[in-house]
């Protein structure tokens, strides 16, 4: 079965917000076995959303839209469906309960405008909003002799991606027999070119499972995808896709495997923090450009608080000194950005947290304080473990408008440095 | 003039990748005065790209693709457009030169496959790519007596987005005259649907500029846009309509406004930077469930070192009594996530780096560690000054597997309660 989505807001046509909506969807419909071979966004606009429509249930058995819900004026999305496909509307008094009770629970007073987010289709299957005050709906419709669905889920997405669990997933189970299973391999040290190079024969031959390499900033992800009819088989068809890849040359950058959203989105952590388990130790970091970004990133892993005692985040020389014990010839002979403070950095972190491992990051991540010597980009890390420490100078990036890549490149690379480390690469 | 963005790839059909090229292009159309109606996304598949291009050249004037002009098999976008127009390619020596020099510079070879990114269509306009490999380009093709314009960039944000700026910009100003301007308005302490009630009978009556309320997690914000023949005029009409919502019941909610995408995305951490630096405050934070978050997002803003000294990830108990001197007898009677905890954290902190004002956090983020008296989502603040100490209790979100969404709500928190407390309300 084909599955489209349709969002709707003129944010996202103006770029106000990003798409996530969209992403979490796709992903899911792709889950469930769905085909999806158009995405369109088109803003709160009543004609072309009745167009978009229209086309989508041209070529497509299901349709989903995110966004237009809401109390407010440019939320048109329901009206607008429900009207292009000859369905009437009326008041349902329980929904009206639902989100008046939402604002009761908040000591606020419901506003006449949130009655719209009562208002039904009739015969529409109603998904109740737990996590907001507007409901999502599913529409059938006959279209060309075939029953086309329509799932409509509001726009935030701390109410869509729940809403989309608890009620939109079993709806569309419900629809299909065909599931899609798909295995991440992640790759350090290559690159997309080269890794489809290694990879091309498998590819050209390859329609199922499909086998298809992407670029993600500090690591090249492999994606293996199977379709079949049970769980079990794909899982099997992309677990023997992996054997081959891994006997090949690719086999020697895979870093981690998962078959996860969440865990291949936080591979490089998820990896540090698997690795720090299995040798037993402790962590913590010393931060100086990341300012708090490792740190951070350990603490998104639920659980992470078996390995992750702190970390002192020293923005300033003076912070350096204090709180890690930096000897001040040092950062005025090396200064504060050298191997040498890095160096101290982690051992001083080690020292004041009782961490097993720790790693220390301090460079200079633009647009100012680049030097010929030292230009934007310049990151100088070190580690500290009872075998001694180590440390190691790194150029990121050729623009000096990148900080926000500089800094996630640095929190990736001394991740990966914990794992270098622990693995005895280093 | 009508724009258009057409996404390629089936990494974003398949929810794989978020689309920010979409929003990044979007935003910066809009910036030059474009008008856009549509944004589609196609895998990488030739029939559809070749329908999806047919559609937008028929109602835009200019398309924008982004992705699938890589060196890979599923990289089609040039050849498949170059072939609907009826262009046939060639092989440019000088950007193949490029694709060589850039793997040289980084001691790799080049692999064949990078050949297909230096064929260009004839009479194309090349935009070099100093980011990566791809070359991007604009085309050009009268469709039905009308000159339409197709500009084709790469799919990785850290070469499609410099690459914009540098090629894409500037061509597309040749192309229109319109400017249009938006000013956004940051709102604390309501919602989106109060806004919108109060904010009606102006959005009813307002074409040009508009006013719109949208919900931003942590706060609520009104962006006013305005379209003119000049930048200026625009200026004044948006400046104008911020004064006469200021003068109404919205005003006492506004805490900042911006004109740039960056500062609206980052409007509380840039709001508290200001009231700090007005103030002559330095800055550190104490943090548990945010483990690093909080000076993390300090960091973000470029040059943000005047103010940010640093601070201390204590994630573990341990961690808060030998770092920031939270007595062993408070985490034993009132529990690690108590106001009394919070308060020791954010004078340690303040100790320890010599900051003017600190904040502390402590709470329990889940999915795990919620109890009936402090459930998933209780968070302790504390803030440390000249002052004295300030602590509160919050509970934010009444979902348990909202770690993400609690930890971004704390962060935010937590800088409000800086600014609340420089502006003398706390």
Redesign the interface.
Known sequence: MVCEILCVG???????????D???????I?ALGFS????????D?EQ?LRE?LRTALERSDVVITTGGL?????DITKATIADALGIPMYLNEEILNDVRAFYTKRG?EM????IQQAMIPEGAVIFRN??G?APGIALRKKVGGRTRHVLLFPG?P?ECE?MFYECGRPYLQQLTDDVIY?LNLHLAGT????A??IL?DI??ESENPTV????C?HEVRI?I?ARAKDLETAKKMCGEMKERIAAGKAGKYIYFETDT?FE?KNATVIAMIRELRKAGLTF??A?S????????R???I????DV?????????N??KK??LGVPAEVLEKYGAVSVQCAGYMAEGVRR???AGITVSVTGI????GGTPEKPVGTVCFGLSDDKGTYTERVLFG??K?????I?RLTTAFAMMLVIRRIKGII
């Open positions: 003129t944010e996202i046509l103006l770029g106000e917000i990003v798409n996530t969209g992403a979490f969807v796709a992903r899911e792709a999806s071979y158009h995405q369109t966004i088109v803003g606009n072309r978009a809401g109390p407010t004026l440019d606020l506003t006449d405008n949130n737990k996590w005050t935030p701390s729940p798909s690159n997309e070119s080269e489809e190079d091309r590819m050209d298809a390499p992407y670029d900033e994606r995808t959203p291949a913590a970091a931060e450009c990341t300012s708090g970004m490792i740190a951070a350990v603490g998104d639920p659980g992470a608080s992750l005692l702190g970390g002192v985040v020293s923005y300033s003076e912070v204090r709180l004041v947290t009782g991540a633009g647009p100012d050729n623009n408008n990148d900080r926000a890549r800094r």
